[in-house]
């Protein structure tokens, strides 16, 4: 059975910074990707970025790229989101996913199977 459980969310105020923390238990967490998506109040989920199997690809959404950055510590089961110069727009609860493959890249969200319970970030402007 799969578990992802995130933390670290919480209240910012804009321009401020938040690392995000996902432990995973079940099957061998280096066999597989991890992503993070995202969802504000009354928008679709959305892909947040994403770190492949062996940790040497990663993938950001445009809406992210040079703010946040995805690594993965496969020795504590972990993958993180640091998160800089957070927005008002970056307000959402954000999930942690594995992908449903293993050896994958984990840059197509549909490939992604399993899913964290979610942690709030809010970004005060």
């Known amino acids: 059975q799969v578990q992802l459980v995130e933390s670290g969310g919480g209240l910012v105020q804009a321009g401020g910074s938040l690392r995000l923390s996902c432990v995973a238990s079940g099957r061998p967490f280096r066999r597989y990707a991890m992503g993070w998506f995202r969802q504000a109040p009354g928008k679709e989920r959305e892909f947040v970025a994403a770190?492949?199997?062996?940790?040497?690809?990663?993938y950001y959404a445009d809406s992210v790229k040079g703010r946040f950055t995805v690594s993965r510590d496969n020795a504590k089961n972990t993958v993180y989101l640091q998160m800089i110069n957070l927005q008002p727009e970056d307000t959402a609860v954000y999930y942690c996913a594995r992908d449903g493959s293993e050896y994958g890249s984990g840059r197509y969200p549909v490939g992604y199977a399993y899913w964290g319970q979610g942690t709030q970030v809010t970004v005060s402007s």
């Open positions: 770190i492949a199997w062996s940790g040497g690809s990663t």
